[in-house]
């Protein structure tokens, strides 16, 4: 049996037939439980990646990952490998700009940092450069707080 849950799976299965501003609202306003990451992980990737999406639906797939639970290291690796390709490779720069601030939500990010500090330099967009490297310092500073102040103590 599987564990992901009825919203979930609702939205796999009729995403394809809602509009474009339906597709937007139930991904602006879905919250995924613990066990549908594995349904909708690659989902998710492939509705970011798909460029005949509207924008603003390709960009609501992407932030839903910083609300996913991924406890799969293969599908994290998969879904960082996925989010810094449209980081660095997608014509809408709102698109590049999600992608890569959502890097660091997923687990396994610190094995990133080089990839992504590359892929700031790389950007010609001023405000995705910015963003993404936002994003960086305040994962490298939850990184380093947990460190030092774990949260069990």
Do not use: K, Y
């Given at each position: 049996?599987?564990s992901?849950?009825a919203?979930?799976?609702?939205?796999v299965?009729?995403?394809a037939?809602?509009s474009?501003?339906?597709?937007?609202?139930?991904?602006?306003?879905?919250?995924?439980?613990?066990?549908?990451?594995?349904?909708?992980?690659?989902?998710?990737l492939?509705?970011?990646?798909?460029v005949?999406?509207?924008?603003?639906v390709?960009?609501?797939?992407?932030?839903?990952?910083?609300?996913?639970?991924?406890?799969?290291?293969?599908?994290?690796e998969?879904?960082?490998?996925?989010?810094?390709?449209?980081?660095?490779?997608?014509?809408?720069?709102d698109?590049?700009?999600?992608?890569?601030?959502?890097?660091?939500?997923?687990?396994?990010?610190?094995?990133?940092?080089?990839?992504?500090?590359?892929?700031i330099?790389?950007?010609?967009?001023?405000?995705?450069?910015?963003n993404?490297?936002a994003?960086l310092?305040?994962?490298?500073?939850?990184?380093?707080?947990?460190?030092?102040?774990p949260?069990?103590?």
């Amino acid at each position: 049996m599987s564990s992901e849950s009825a919203a979930a799976r609702d939205v796999v299965t009729d995403f394809a037939h809602w509009s474009a501003d339906r597709r937007f609202s139930a991904l602006r306003t879905f919250v995924p439980e613990d066990g549908d990451g594995p349904l909708l992980a690659l989902f998710l990737l492939a509705v970011a990646a798909d460029v005949s999406e509207d924008d603003l639906v390709r960009i609501e797939a992407i932030r839903v990952f910083a609300i996913l639970r991924i406890d799969d290291d293969s599908l994290a690796e998969r879904c960082r490998g996925a989010l810094i390709h449209l980081a660095r490779t997608d014509d809408d720069w709102d698109v590049r700009n999600a992608a890569g601030c959502a890097v660091f939500d997923l687990p396994g990010a610190e094995r990133e940092l080089e990839t992504m500090r590359s892929l700031i330099a790389a950007e010609q967009e001023d405000f995705v450069r910015e963003n993404v490297g936002a994003a960086l310092d305040m994962f490298l500073r939850r990184r380093d707080s947990a460190w030092f102040h774990p949260l069990d103590t």
